[in-house]
């Protein structure tokens, strides 16, 4: 171990957010004081929630969820850079990634409420246009052009590692791993030079264990998955992914996908979008965009079989993948 890995020590912060927990792990000189660290990475997270979040009926979403059609709105620049990401995927993968799922996401149960029919029977009945084509934004200002309930639960998370890592970035810390759920990114490289590590877990409701191992170096990783989050309706279990085609969720997804991206949120959007779209059309598309992803299926035989796609993966079940970013 080199003298400067040796002299550094290791820092654990973590805290509560968005219905889990944040993480950041990082390493700094003995008389480093993480306190002040660990108070601006909390206050981050929790404005990114007290912006984006559904569960909070005050949060900035919910009250341009209330707006009146064709009222332009002023909103925060964090939620104006989240918005127009979010508006970009959904063109760039033609409405695969939509922010306007809010009244389907509601309806089936996966927001604070429990399921409710009749709503469900509304949701898939209503004729649906992707908030793409029905949200205005001009530069930290919004207006609805039609009917749309926004959510941003697909991208939030990522955004908020993202701001974790503008945290310590502004700090002088520019080796570090932040997280929150799952959801990562890996700053610079451990202190003895390496990589950080990063498993891509099976998909398993059962059990916690590694499919895919991943070494990341400035990039960031986020999984969406049919494994954690789920009903059962009629003896089906239905992931919490909505296809907006059909305003319920996915019939026959993907076990999980997994996308490497140059942020956090670019990665967990980019990640859903592929689920709706499938292993098929998902690889193609991920190619097309440059986007580096592993999708898992499971097979007939009760395995699970990998797909690549991107200069990181081949289309060979992958079992391990490096990654540097820009």
Not at 7 to 15: E, T
Not at 45 to 50: C, E, F, G, Y
Request: aromatic residues 6%; charged residues 20%.
């Amino acid at each position: 171990m080199s003298k400067i890995s040796t002299d550094m020590v290791r820092h654990a912060l973590n805290g509560p957010t968005m219905g889990t927990r944040w993480t950041a792990l990082f390493f700094a000189p003995p008389l480093f004081d993480p306190a002040e660290v660990q108070t601006a990475l909390q206050a981050a997270v929790d404005t990114v929630d007290a912006q984006m979040s559904t569960w909070k009926p005050d949060s900035d979403l919910m009250r341009l969820n209330a707006a009146p059609l064709g009222d332009w709105r002023d909103i925060p620049p964090d939620l104006a850079r989240v918005l127009k990401l979010g508006l970009d995927i959904g063109r760039a993968s033609d409405g695969a990634f939509d922010i306007g799922m809010g009244d389907a996401v509601r309806a089936w149960g996966f927001g604070p409420a429990p399921a409710d029919p009749q709503a469900i029977r509304a949701a898939m009945a209503a004729p649906h246009r992707p908030a793409h084509e029905v949200l205005d934004l001009d530069g930290d200002r919004v207006r609805k052009t039609a009917p749309i309930t926004l959510d941003l639960n697909g991208i939030a998370k990522g955004y908020g590692v993202d701001r974790l890592a503008e945290v310590l970035r502004d700090r002088g810390i520019r080796d570090a791993l932040v997280g929150i759920d799952g959801e990562m990114f890996a700053m610079g490289l451990r202190p003895d030079g390496t990589p950080w590590t990063i498993a891509v877990e099976c998909p398993d409701r059962d059990r916690r264990a590694p499919h895919s191992i991943l070494t990341l170096q400035d990039a960031a990783v986020a999984t969406s998955g049919d494994y954690r989050h789920w009903i059962t309706v009629q003896g089906h279990d239905l992931s919490h992914t909505m296809d907006p085609r059909r305003g319920a969720p996915l019939l026959h997804p993907p076990a999980s996908v997994t996308v490497i991206a140059p942020t956090c949120a670019e990665a967990d959007a980019w990640a859903t979008a592929l689920m709706v779209k499938g292993v098929d059309a998902g690889a193609n598309l991920a190619r097309q965009a440059g986007i580096n992803a592993l999708f898992l299926a499971r097979n007939d035989a009760g395995g699970v079989q990998g797909t690549g796609a991107g200069k990181l993966f081949s289309n060979r079940p992958a079992a391990a993948a490096r990654a540097i970013g820009d």
